[in-house]
């Protein structure tokens, strides 16, 4: 018997920014298109990207992504992409205005969460975050611990 044929799907599911939930209050979340050059989709799926230390600016009416990492394809040839470089978001125009009244209010910032795959295309959720200081982050921690050690005894005791 043959072994079963992967979809493109099933080799990348998503890349996530694990740090935007520990380090930001996440508010409103947006899905954006990404505009990418030659052999960045394949890259990213191959599961080459990273958006961990990312982040986005508004720039002439126009949303663009910082300091994301998607890796060279190796099977590229001299044509291959520069890894770090800015990458413009594609949202619809009154997206835009909602990002920018936010952002230029003060207080919050665009933070990328993940990027995926949605029916052959690349997609980036961006969202409104609010800066947590210490102590917030530190409930958060206690929190997490304090449900963990929850289901810990509830498994216990079933």
């Known amino acids: 018997m043959c072994a079963k044929k992967k979809s493109p799907e099933d080799r990348f599911k998503e890349v996530r920014n694990a740090k935007a939930t520990h380090n930001y209050f996440v508010g409103d979340r947006f899905e ?32 663009w992504l910082y300091n ?3 890796g060279e394809y190796s099977f590229g040839n001299f044509n291959n992409h520069p890894p ?14 909602k990002l920018m009244g936010a952002v230029d209010m003060g207080g919050k910032s665009l933070v990328p969460l993940r990027i995926y795959l949605k029916h052959g295309l690349i997609k ?6 609010t800066g947590k200081k210490l102590h917030d982050k530190r409930e958060t921690m206690k929190k997490k611990i304090t449900m963990r050690e929850a289901e810990r005894e509830m498994r216990r005791y079933k």
């Not at 961990?52 to 600016?57: E, L, M, P, Q, T």
């Not at 770090?84 to 205005?97: A, P």
């Open 68 to 70: 994301s990492h998607i």
């Open 32 to 63: 954006a298109g990404i505009a990418l050059q030659g052999t960045e989709v394949k890259a990213i799926r191959e599961g080459n990207a990273q958006i961990g230390d990312a982040f986005c600016r508004m720039e002439k009416g126009q949303v």
């Open 124 to 129: 980036v959720e961006i969202a409104l975050c």
């Open 84 to 97: 770090r470089r800015k990458r413009k978001l594609l949202l619809h125009r009154r997206e835009i205005h």
